[in-house]
């Protein structure tokens, strides 16, 4: 990594990696002989890490020690909620998955019709502006799951977020099937007519998605020809 990380900065793509150095550091605050820039440690009361114990050393949220330093603490906390939990780059809490077994999240559960229709939006917006292609640079399906995590409580966030993730497969393979089904020959990359998705809706997609497994959705009906 370039850049220093900086507490009170942290960002989806770094904060794992700030968890994962909290951890490995010692009890004195030190590793290979250096010292901790951050004057943070991760440990429990009383733990292996002695964290607790050290007199300069404060839990600012559970489990998580740094320096009783007021500018420290101040800017450590920016970055967790009231109830201690991590809050990720677009400003929502709950969605950390360190520890957890993909099974307790990958299922299938309610999500909302507004959930649903803003990502359908989405993804026919962005299917026919990129001619079929998933581009990383430009889409806005971050900014649809954030807005989505935000309108439901915290505890529901990762397994709506799994299933929204289940609907925006679903639609992207009816739009894929509706352009192929009016030219078989097309090849994601390649100029369609955006009139062929035209007769596409939500409620025409949704018709035809099924539950496939605990955790997946799928089509039925090939046929997508409006």
């Not at 300069?56 to 998580?64: K, L, S």
């Not at 955006?194 to 809706?201: H, K, M, V």
């Amino acid at each position: 990594m370039g850049s220093v990380m900086r507490i009170g900065e942290i960002t989806s793509q770094n904060y794992q990696s700030i968890l994962q150095m909290l951890r490995q550091l010692g009890g004195n605050g030190t590793k290979n002989g250096a010292k901790d820039p951050f004057g943070i440690l991760k440990g429990s009361v009383g733990g292996n890490s002695g964290a607790g114990n050290a007199p300069d050393m404060v839990e600012v949220v559970p489990g998580f020690f740094c320096k009783n330093d007021p500018r420290i603490i101040k800017n450590f906390r920016k970055n967790f909620d009231k109830d201690g939990d991590l809050i990720n780059s677009h400003g929502v809490a709950g969605m950390d998955i360190t520890g957890k077994d993909p099974s307790e999240w990958h299922k299938i559960v309610e999500v909302s019709e507004k959930g649903r229709q803003s990502m359908f939006d989405m993804v026919k917006r962005e299917f026919i502006q990129e001619q079929g292609i998933a581009n990383g640079d430009t889409t806005q399906r971050s900014e649809v799951f954030a807005a989505y995590q935000k309108s439901i409580p915290k505890a529901d966030r990762l397994t709506a977020t799994w299933t929204l993730g289940q609907y925006e497969r679903q639609y992207n393979k009816a739009m894929y099937e509706a352009v192929r089904a009016s030219n078989p020959d097309w090849e994601p990359g390649q100029y369609f007519d955006p009139s062929i998705l035209d007769g596409i809706t939500r409620e025409s997609v949704e018709a035809r998605i099924v539950q496939t497994g605990v955790d997946t959705l799928g089509l039925r009906g090939i046929d997508c020809r409006a």
